[in-house]
């Protein structure tokens, strides 16, 4: 497809998504009046629909239609299970989303590092639980950057340069948070997973149309690459391979504060359970038509150089119509800024409200959202220099993020099941387990033969609870708050 073609498209997706943006604003996120809630939650009022199109853009973003495809491409049939993992954890949600509401609405909680902090009873749980996520998030907004880059290179074959996606697609995130905050990313977001979900579809019909139905498909899968069939497969999903990668992904939603902060949002509880209803049903979707892309590129791409350039070349190639590819292409584009610009609001609150409020000693809100503003711009250029680097698989990246976001994991579910959980337990297990993950993953070691993936839970569990058994919990906070989360009147 030819640079001009492509840039034509991207310019009609940035009047339309600037447009939707401009129109989202309204009293709380305009003027100088401007509060927390209202530019990082959208005020709390959005209805279930939108925040279920907005959930879903935020979280299937270019991992699922890069990086989940290549990783079939790569890994075969077993990247369809280790998707599905993450599906089943986000049960997750029914279970912890109506807690986080109540408790986010009886708080006014602006992030899920500022919950725990109270929860906890201490400043340096909310300190470190943001500084935290800032360390292993600002990576996996990286590995968006670097799935747009390999879209555009890919479809224009080397005429847009990686680089040139990358900055793109960081600029066009960054407008999309400073018109109006998270209304803005929220409104678009809903326009563009309905979107990208209708074209993707379209184009896994086209595909196993092209490879003559689904039965001819995986006859001729099984015929000339049968491994990819099974489990490991071609040898990428070992077993330990397989579990390193998979527990990390199941506490996606807990774990993920761009995710875990959208619980805040909708206005009633009703709301949440639509969103959560209609995630699933998008979810469950979009991973078939993922995996679907990946064996399609397998059979009608062999040889590849690089298995996160499945997507793109599949769509490059006379399998799709030039037009309906520039469409998906879009939609996958539209995809990872949706994800990239969540990442960077839900960052930017958590070091505004939970790092510069406490070391400045005020809770003024407008300054607030002034400092969040400005660091925005600071968390979109080190993403776009670690985007740079170009590393490993899209798919392996992002999971690697989440195995380190995983250390906030027990002090989470402690928080709404644990009253004798503790500021001290916290504490150990965020940083002791984010320096058990870093060590890990800088050294190569695989204690027993399992990797990080396997570890981070079990070392944050025991350094949670062992000290919290050795230190003086904040039991009327904690009654109080489990009270909240579960009785509320709303």
Known sequence: MSATAIWIGVLIYLVVSVSVAWLSRDESTNGRSVSMSGYFLGARRFGGF?????????????????GLAGLTYTAGVGAFGFEIVYFVGVSLVAVFGPRFWRVGKAYDFITPSEMLGHRYQSKPVAVSTALTNCLFLIPYAAVQLAGVGYLLAGMSDGAISFTTGTVFATIVALVFSYIAG???VMWTDALQAAFMLVSAFAVALLVVHHLGGLSAMFGQLAQVKGQVLTVPGPGFFSFATFLGLTLPWFFFSLSNPQVSQRLFMPKSLPALRLMLIGFLCFGLVYTLVSVTWGFGALLTLPGLPKADLATPRLLASNVVPPVLAEVVMIGILAAAISTIDSIMLTLSSMLSRDVYAHAAGHRDDARQVRFGKWVLAVIAVL????????????????????TGLAVTVPAIVGAFYWRRGTAAGALASILGGSAAVLLLFASGLHPLGLSAGVWVLPVSIVLFVGVSLCTKAPTKTADEFIAHSQWMKV
């Open 50 to 66: 939108v925040s279920a199109l907005s959930y879903s853009a935020t979280t299937y973003s270019a991992f699922m239609m890069v």
């Open 383 to 402: 993403a776009l220099i670690f985007a740079e680097l170009q590393l490993n698989l899209i798919a392996v990246l992002s999971v690697a993020a989440s």
């Open 182 to 184: 998270m209304r803005s």
